[in-house]
């Protein structure tokens, strides 16, 4: 059977195909325009302020996408990666360096539609999909996890319409934290759980998970508390030891509380390490991290009513199967994550 995701240009296709830029009119999942780069996390002025893993870590687009209007029956694309390493040991490169096609059905709810595979870089061209139901529909195209992109242009037959969407979003969730929040080990770009919840509360997220990194640097405080979010979720415990959570999270929380005094946060406890019934040193860290983390976090919700706590007891549900290595969620994990943070953002905003 062909695989859609790794169908050759046909020849005598090319010519027929109408090629949009994004850049034309832009990408969701962005808080700042001052970029050096187009497709950028972080601002131009943030690179004096972090070393230099974050900053490059910030070059990847995770949690960006671009959504358009068609009735194509096929869907081509082209983009440019920054980086040539497709794919990690433990991520595939659908997720990593690859982009996730969804669309609104008649009822308006968004439904998966395809994936582009890369199996090139830096250049990648595909038929994304084709023999699609003929009818007009709102696309939403999500962007590389763990790579950067150069260039995206979206592909359709020159007598398809196609109507690029840019319009005026409420204020988006700004999720901070480490290689979970960024999305490893998602399938998919779209099955990172800052992802799904933007599609089931229909608000703008901005993904600002670092790789090994999230552990409440002050400069990410002031970074966040230029933003105008609708509410911040601080997701940083996988990566802090407790003398680190110690040192960090009441200033971390403290400045942006006091910047952004009317801005909701929830602060999300670690997930348990599956492996932690059986191997007693992951759960005593897990306990470690959190009882320090829950004293910082009581103290500031017994006087500010826009605090909220989230335990990371049961936050990747209890049977062991929603990680790939114990500590990082499949799209199992991912879609329990956000079934318990979609409630709580939701009275929020």
């Not at 009119?25 to 996390?41: A, I, L, P």
């Not at 969730?173 to 770009?189: D, E, H, K, L, W």
């Not at 826009?306 to 936050?315: E, S």
């Not at 409630?343 to 905003?349: C, F, H, K, S, Y």
Request: include cysteine.
């Amino acid at each position: 059977m062909t695989d859609p995701n790794r169908a050759p240009f046909p020849a005598n296709t090319r010519d027929s195909i109408r090629w949009h830029d994004v850049r034309e009119w832009g990408v969701e999942g962005q808080g700042w325009t001052d970029n050096e780069r187009y497709y950028s996390r972080l601002p131009r002025h943030a690179r004096s302020m972090l070393d230099v893993d974050i900053w490059n870590l910030g070059q990847h687009s995770a949690g960006m996408y671009t959504e358009f209007v068609s009735d194509a029956t096929e869907i081509y694309a082209t983009w440019k990666l920054l980086s040539t390493a497709i794919a990690l040991p433990h991520m595939p490169a659908t997720s990593v360096s690859g982009i996730d096609l969804y669309a609104q059905d008649v009822d308006g709810q968004w439904k998966w539609v395809a994936v582009g595979r890369p199996e090139t870089s830096p250049d990648v061209e595909l038929l994304l999909v084709s023999g699609l139901e003929p009818g007009k529909r709102r696309y939403r195209l999500y962007l590389p996890l763990y790579n950067g992109i150069e260039q995206l242009r979206i592909g359709v037959h020159r007598d398809a319409e196609f109507v690029p969407v840019s319009t005026l979003r409420p204020k988006p969730i700004v999720v901070y934290g480490t290689s979970i929040v960024q999305g490893c080990a998602a399938s998919r770009a779209g099955m990172c759980h800052a992802a799904i919840l933007g599609r089931w509360l229909d608000r703008p997220i901005l993904n600002l998970g670092f790789s090994g990194r999230g552990k409440m640097e002050f400069a990410l405080a002031e970074l966040l508390g230029e933003l105008d979010a609708s509410v911040y979720v601080i997701d940083c415990l996988p990566n802090m030891e407790p003398e680190l959570i110690a040192e960090r999270a009441y200033p971390f929380i403290a400045y942006l509380r006091r910047t952004r005094p009317l801005v909701p946060m929830v602060l999300v406890e670690d997930r348990s390490y599956s492996n932690s019934w059986v191997v007693p040193k992951l759960g005593d860290r897990n306990r470690a991290s959190r009882d320090v983390f829950r004293r910082i976090s009581e103290s500031w919700m017994a006087t500010d009513g826009l605090v909220r706590y989230v335990p990371g007891d049961g936050l990747l549900g209890g049977d062991g199967e929603a990680t790939v290595d114990g500590s990082h969620p499949t799209d199992l994990g991912f879609m329990r994550m956000a079934e318990r943070l979609r409630p709580v953002l939701r009275a929020l905003i």
